[in-house]
């Protein structure tokens, strides 16, 4: 009996399942495991643990119905499936910060890395840089001692991980810059580049100048999370103000043509993660995600996964689901293995 076109479609995914893959956006707590989490919401009660959020936080947080649910629970475990229900990216940065709390103790820290690796390796992603929101450990009490040590540690086998520092801009530049000027000297050669994630609304690129000079001066790549939340002008100051490598996000570049022909002339990678848009509300649907316009533009990309404990997406997944926008299995292969050339550890990922 010949193959259904159902069975091909399965056949596919398993085969991009299977093959070596790099991640360049996946968040170390967006692929937290669910029974680590579950795990530590039991062993560290949530209204405890979120006794060291500054007030300004905790109203923040306990205005999240699904947080409020979790800290009213018996058993906070069987709350968590609301954790990762949320419409708009304001929603789902509360849920993600949320879990910070319960990453007390270093040993807590490291088994994020355990669970990180083994999420890698059983989707066979051969190379990932993770970014990892330094910040918010060390609000934990974590030393960033300990974290370096364990950020430096370099297992010969694959998964290969690099890190990407994220200064997480909602301190703001004053505390990144000063965060950057003490890790510069610590960092271990593990540590690729630097980002920041959380709410570019607010802090929006051009307010870090200054951190983005300092990185690039101590050889670091540089990324940043930008034209998600804000439109082309983000982008716009991301090159221009942070002359950042690549743009992590970037897809409301195209709401400026003239923004699409520069990242295409300039042969700047945008890191897209369609699921992680879509489930935050940036697009509405897959519909009416720009990925397929950008590509044809001739805009350099990656796709990833983001946050894939939230999103709930594989990245093979992922890029199999770029058949419904138009792209055909020899597109999708050849961003798969294109992803590798867009490291900045480029002797890792090889
Ligand atoms: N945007 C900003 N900050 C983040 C994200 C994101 O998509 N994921 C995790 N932190
Ligand atoms: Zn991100």
């Known amino acids: 009996m010949p193959e259904s076109g159902a069975q091909r479609r399965a056949s596919w995914l398993e085969e991009l399942e299977a093959r070596p893959k790099a991640e360049l956006h996946l968040h170390l707590r967006g692929a937290i495991p669910r029974e680590f989490l579950s795990d530590r919401v039991r062993r560290y009660p949530p209204a405890q643990a979120l006794e060291s959020a500054p007030p300004n936080q905790l109203a923040r947080l306990r205005r999240q119905p699904a947080i409020a649910r979790i800290l009213a629970a018996s058993d906070p475990a069987e709350e968590l499936d609301g954790l990762f229900r949320f419409d708009s990216l304001d929603q789902f940065l509360a849920a993600y910060f949320f879990t910070v709390f319960f990453v007390r103790e270093i040993d807590d820290f490291r088994g994020l890395v355990i669970g990180l690796r083994e999420h890698l390796l059983a989707q066979n992603i051969t190379y990932a840089e993770v970014t990892v929101s330094i910040p918010e450990y060390l609000q934990q009490g974590l030393p960033l001692e300990g974290i370096l040590e364990v950020l430096g540690e370099d297992p010969p086998a694959r998964p290969k991980v690099r890190w990407i520092v994220d200064l997480v801009r909602n301190y703001g530049p004053d505390a990144a810059e000063r965060l950057l000027e003490r890790l510069l000297p610590l960092l271990p050669p593990t540590v690729a580049g630097l980002t920041l994630g959380g709410a570019e609304h607010l802090y929006p690129p051009q307010q870090f100048e200054r951190v983005y000079a300092l990185a690039r001066e101590a050889g670091l790549g540089t990324t940043v999370h930008a034209g ?53 509300g940036v697009y509405r649907s897959m519909e009416a995600h720009p990925v397929r316009e950008l590509y044809e533009a001739g805009v350099p990309m990656s796709i990833s996964t983001d946050d894939p404990t939230f999103f709930g997406i594989s990245l093979a997944e992922e890029l199999a689901g770029l058949r419904s926008l138009g792209f055909t299995t020899g597109e999708i292969d050849g961003l798969a293995s294109g992803a590798f050339a867009f490291a900045f550890d480029a002797e890792a990922a090889a």
């Open 228 to 280: 998600e939340a804000l439109g082309p002008e983000s982008v716009w100051h991301a090159l221009d103000t942070l002359r950042v490598e690549r743009i992590g996000h970037g897809v409301r570049a195209i709401e400026d043509p003239s923004l699409v022909s520069h990242l295409a002339e300039r042969e700047i990678p945008l890191e897209i993660c369609p699921t992680s848009n879509v489930r935050t």
